[in-house]
């Protein structure tokens, strides 16, 4: 042990190993630290954060489906002025590389946010949220289209020399268009997916479960759609891209990594099983040991397809 | 908060819908009156999420605790199903207790069927202190009533039919009783009966404290799915973090 190199780098950031918690999933880390020692994860994706604080939705805001979950929070959030004042200064203690997840409803809240993130030292890199499906304005209608995304891009691009993430959004036609828009504007990297559009009807009552009626599908579910989105993304653009939807196992994790991802993210799998990133790290590390490589880089390079 | 193993010691059917399950924990947690562990039913993600139970009882001494559940989806249909040694994943202690009364007139805890779990280990937790209460027990019918872990208690039993004790709703049999003006309330049951007992508390000014149940994802305060409506500018906070215990008097009731 020891002798496998975890690390991987994301534009100028070097992250300590490929296992990252999702945005949204780990709130903003001091929820999770009674549980896992943060110090181990490769990136901490923090909560949204927008320029405003937000509320969220209404309830209900979650439904259990097979093998998944469906959530309508709303992006939730303290907004970033408590988000700069309490939670970065809370986060810098975990030692791991964090990474704020940045949101908003107009391109000019999105860069307020990321030119108030810059006065920060702690963030490693940015991840942009461009596909949240569960909010009205913003969120998912950039990340549908290409023009948007990467004229979006751009403009944050000038805002920071900092690595910027782009986060994608499975529900389109092709996600090899967005993904090339937003490496075209200017974006370090990519995750792939945020959650998938889902529903649930109460059949009894008549009525959609949720207060949004619909709202963002995560868990295994989504893992075959997370693969084949990566696999497919992976081919299109020369920059690193993260992988996630629906890591439950160490196994689950290296299929996004034979697929091509150069680093994943656990999202709901936290929910079941805290230790579960830790667990993945441990599992990817046996790997690279029983397949006699010495990198986690070189993952991707052993897809026989 | 710690993530652990608990191992079944029994699992009884306490009433018709109602089932008690007692678990030995593979190190100590020491929940309070109100908190609550959460327990991954199974390892096949159907059901995926791990299911929120309030502590019905704690033994420090043997390190054992003990849930009360109703059997009324999938989670809790495979629950039924484990017998002693099944070995359990759990996390706890999680959310917020009840607070002890601050008054000295005689607290009045107030359960409606399920809500049974976090009302029972208040008033063992209370007699333990020498601190005295009544205790008073909601359900449908008689067949719903689990008598055996009640009757240490001595507790009022209201049926709905009226087929065994006060014929009514809890919140009927308290509006018969001499309550003194500043017995505190605990209650925990359905939300027609929590909304009841904070409308009846606040017509004496008396205090009144809900335990609330919320579809929950993470049970840590992450994920911000559990939420409950308060008044203020928060406008929701977590069930599982500021609660599963709120002072009635700051929830938002519709």
Redesign the interface.
């Given at each position: 042990m020891g002798i496998i190199d975890l690390s991987v780098s994301i534009g100028s950031a070097r992250l300590p190993n490929p296992v990252g918690v999702a945005s949204?999933?780990?709130?903003y880390g001091g929820?999770?630290e009674?549980?896992i020692d943060c110090s181990g994860l490769g990136a901490l994706f923090t909560?949204a954060v927008t320029i405003e604080p937000r509320?969220?939705n209404a309830?209900?805001?979650?439904?259990?489906t097979?093998?998944?979950?469906i959530?309508s929070?709303g992006l939730?959030n303290v907004g970033i002025d408590r988000f700069l004042d309490e939670k970065l200064p809370d986060l810098s203690r975990f030692g791991c590389p964090v990474i704020p997840n940045v949101a908003g409803s107009t391109e000019e809240e999105y860069c307020s946010v990321l030119e108030r993130l810059e006065t920060n030292q702690v963030p490693a890199a940015y991840e942009i949220n461009v596909s949240c499906p569960n909010v009205k304005h913003g969120g998912l209608a950039f990340g549908t289209d290409p023009h948007q995304i990467e004229h979006l891009t751009q403009k944050l691009r000038n805002l920071t020399k900092k690595p910027l993430i782009i986060k994608l959004t499975p529900n389109v036609t092709d996600i090899t268009v967005i993904a090339k828009a937003a490496q075209n504007g200017g974006a370090d990297a990519l995750s792939c997916i945020n959650t998938c559009v889902g529903m649930v009807i109460d059949v009894r009552k008549k009525r959609p479960v949720l207060s949004m009626k619909t709202g963002g599908l995560s868990?295994?579910a989504i893992r075959p759609i997370g693969v084949a989105m990566v696999y497919k993304v992976c081919r299109a653009v020369t920059i690193p891209v993260f992988g996630m939807g629906g890591i439950?196992s160490s196994d689950d994790a290296l299929q996004y990594l034979l697929a091509g991802a150069s680093a994943v993210q656990i999202g709901?799998g936290?929910?079941?099983?805290?230790?579960l990133p830790i667990t993945v790290i441990n599992g990817i590390e046996q790997f690279c040991i029983q397949e006699n490589i010495a990198s986690v880089n070189l993952i991707r390079t052993l897809l026989n397809d | 908060m710690i993530q652990t193993s608990a191992v079944i010691i029994a699992n009884t059917k306490i009433a018709e819908t109602l089932y008690k399950l007692d678990l030995a924990l593979a190190e100590p947690v020491k929940p309070r009156a109100g908190q609550f562990l959460t327990i991954r039913i199974s390892d096949t993600f159907t059901p995926l999420l791990r299911r929120p139970f309030a502590f019905s009882d704690f033994d420090e001494v043997s390190n054992t605790a003990s849930i009360i559940y109703q059997v009324k989806g999938q989670g809790t249909e495979l629950l039924r199903k484990y017998g002693p040694k099944t070995l359990l994943d759990i996390i706890a202690p999680l959310g917020k207790p009840f607070l002890y009364p601050q008054s000295t007139a005689l607290p009045v805890l107030v359960a409606g069927g399920i809500g049974l779990g976090p009302i029972l280990y208040l008033a063992s937790s209370l007699q333990n202190q020498n601190i005295g209460f009544k205790l008073v027990f909601g359900c449908k019918n008689s067949r719903q009533l689990p008598s055996a872990v009640l009757s240490p208690f001595s507790p009022a039993i209201c049926t709905d039919d009226g087929s065994t004790g006060f014929h009514g709703t809890v919140v009927d049999y308290l509006q018969t009783r001499n309550l003194s003006q500043k017995s505190t309330i605990y209650c925990c049951g359905p939300h027609p009966m929590l909304h009841a007992c904070h409308q009846l508390a606040a017509e004496r000014a008396a205090v009144c404290y809900v335990s609330v149940e919320q579809t929950m994802a993470c049970g840590v305060g992450a994920c911000m799915g559990c939420v409950v409506k308060v008044n203020g500018p928060t406008r929701y906070v977590r069930a599982c973090k500021e609660g599963p215990v709120f002072n009635s008097k700051d929830i938002a009731w519709e």
């Open positions: 949204g999933t780990f709130g929820e999770y009674e549980l909560k509320p969220g309830l209900p805001r979650l439904v259990e097979p093998a998944g979950l959530n929070i939730a868990g295994p439950m709901t936290t929910f079941i099983d805290p230790a | -």
